[in-house]
């Protein structure tokens, strides 16, 4: 190897090291430069995700559980609730109210005949004594015997009116009278709580509602919108006399639809939820049904019982009944607890919100299913305010410790939910029924359903049913919406968001379906401040009953502030 080849080879190597360190170097720096701008994109594409979906829980779903704006201001009309001597003369007018026991039963008779109807007289001639200036302005008119409509008619007569309904009866309070703190017709004041039978359930509202008025008249406030006051006398017996012919009456005096907006009792109050206060009315019902079903076979001596009895195929009934899982969590983007679950994802807090509700409401396509269960696992009453319920009430059977019983009955009871019908539940009771009549040899409503020659006979016969109510409006596009919400603010706070809600029972609005589309059922109290509704201790707070009134002025005022009738 001559001296130049030595000389060249090493230079060689030099140079394939050179290299190898050059490109070395470049695919570092290309990696360094990659995961730096890649960390830059991935940065920016979170912040930009973040972003959006921050915008989503602010702006794109603002519309969802829009609150107005501004927020209402407490009129003057409101000032004068804060003194003691108006919160003391207020607690003592409903205290007398509660001390005249108006009770309703399931059994009434005519007006004119049944004695139990005798304390409602009483009862007018109460409210006739402790509200003059409502019962000297008003046209009065009494229908089903002792329904009280009082109407003040408004300066504007193209307006539709204004309803505020309550109701005079009181469920019964005869019995387990030793475990009250105060009797429940004594309408004690202990100067925090008024305690008795109907101090909660509804009597405030009623009196609250005849309060406001009676300031508003004797402050100069003379109506623009008509406003009728409607109070039924049996509620408590689904109103068969006192909502039935109030809803006859208001229909003939201002048509189908004629009412621009109703309020009566219910909703779930003001609660704080996620970290927020929250006022909800009940802008549905669920609908009602009931299934009767009665087992007949032959009787005889209990020394020789048969192998099956009637008690014992019944008792099989209840139990495939009570154990099935036929009814399930449902809920549709029209329901009223999407529209809260909506307003809950806007305005309560982002630390306490679930994830699960944001997801779901900021989802195009959310999994309805999925968000039914999870909000029906949260509660009892929240599971049956997206599912109907079924549960056993009445069951009778035997006569005589040593006969078999010839007949066993039991009824049962669904509140139907608000996207099914009561045909729907009736459907599945028969289903559930049918194959215990086919293992046991039973006919089924009189026709045979097994080849076995038959022991006996179930019947099981459901009841008419009513249909869930409609839906009102839960929106701000809705202007009875907006009025009910700006009552709110001007009542209990600009802070207090309005949102829709469901009922799981029934009220009288049951019967007003025709009157209005703008259903409001709401008792104007925060969660705790009114308690024991139809059991012992009946109470309300005398700060509650003082908010009530507030809020009826303030619906008053902000009805008639509503110079229109696009409700």
């Not at 005869?174 to 004041?189: A, D, H, M, N, Q």
């Amino acid at each position: 190897m001559d001296r130049k080849d030595s000389y060249q080879e090493p230079c060689l190597e030099q140079r394939h090291s050179t290299r190898k360190v050059s490109k070395w170097l470049s695919t570092l720096t290309l990696v360094v430069v990659s995961f730096v701008f890649g960390f830059q994109f991935l940065s920016l594409s979170f912040s930009a995700v973040k972003s959006r979906l921050d915008g989503l829980s602010k702006a794109s779903f603002e519309n969802v559980c829009a609150q107005p704006e501004p927020a209402a201001q407490t009129s003057n009309f409101s000032a004068f609730y804060s003194s003691l001597d108006f919160r003391m003369e207020s607690a003592k007018r409903l205290s007398g109210a509660i001390q005249i026991p108006t009770m309703s039963y399931d059994d009434m008779g005519p007006t004119n005949e049944d004695e139990r109807w005798k304390p409602f007289k009483e009862f007018h001639s109460y409210l006739r004594t402790t509200f003059p200036v409502v019962h000297d302005t008003a046209k009065l008119a009494i229908v089903g015997g002792y329904s009280p409509i009082y109407t003040f008619t408004g300066l504007n007569s193209s307006l539709k009116p204004l309803l505020l309904a309550a109701h005079q009866d009181v469920v019964p309070a005869v019995s387990s009278l030793e475990r009250w703190t105060y009797p429940p017709f004594s309408g004690k004041i202990d100067g925090e709580w008024i305690y008795g039978r109907g101090s909660s359930d509804c009597k405030n509202n009623l009196i609250g509602i005849l309060t406001s008025v009676e300031h508003l008249i004797k402050s100069g406030w003379k109506p623009r919108r008509t406003l009728v006051l409607a109070f039924g006398q049996d509620e408590e017996i689904s109103g068969p006399r006192g909502a039935v012919n109030i809803a006859k009456y208001l229909e003939s005096e201002y048509g189908e639809n004629g009412i621009a907006m109703i309020v009566d009792e219910g909703g779930m109050g003001i609660d704080e939820v996620y970290g927020a206060d929250f006022a909800m009315p009940g802008i549905a019902e669920k609908g009602y049904t009931n299934m009767h079903i009665e087992v007949d076979m032959l009787g005889g001596h209990s020394s020789v019982p048969s192998q099956h009895t009637t008690i014992g195929i019944l008792s099989k009934i209840v139990s495939a009944v009570e154990d099935s899982q036929v009814f399930k969590p449902h809920l549709e983007t029209t329901s009223p607890i999407w529209g809260y679950l909506s307003c809950v994802a806007q305005h309560g807090s982002d630390k306490d919100v679930p994830s699960w509700i944001k997801k779901s409401i900021f989802s195009k396509k959310p999994n309805l299913d999925l968000v039914a269960k999870k909000f029906a696992q949260i509660s009892l009453p929240n599971r049956y305010l997206v599912q109907t319920s079924k549960v056993p009430t009445i069951f009778h059977a035997g006569v005589k410790v040593n006969a078999m019983a010839e007949s066993a009955t039991v009824t049962f009871n669904s509140r139907v939910d608000i996207h099914s019908t009561p045909k729907d539940v009736q459907t599945t009771y028969l289903a559930l029924i049918k194959p215990i009549a086919e293992k046991y040899s039973l006919l089924f409503n009189g026709r045979s359903v097994s080849s076995e020659p038959s022991i006996g006979n179930i019947s099981a016969i459901p009841s008419d049913g009513s249909l869930p109510s409609p839906i009102s409006p839960f929106t701000l596009d809705s202007t009875a919406w907006k009025v009910f919400a700006r009552a709110v603010q001007a009542s209990f706070g600009k802070d207090v968001i309005s949102a829709p809600s469901a009922m799981t029972g029934n009220t009288d609005t049951r019967h007003y379906w025709n009157l209005s589309k703008n259903i409001y059922r709401w008792s104007p109290a925060r969660i705790g401040t009114r308690l024991n509704a139809h059991t012992v201790d009946e109470k309300i707070m005398i700060d509650s009953h003082i908010d009530g009134i507030k809020f009826y002025t303030e619906l008053i005022i902000q009805s008639d502030i509503e110079e229109s009738n696009a409700f």
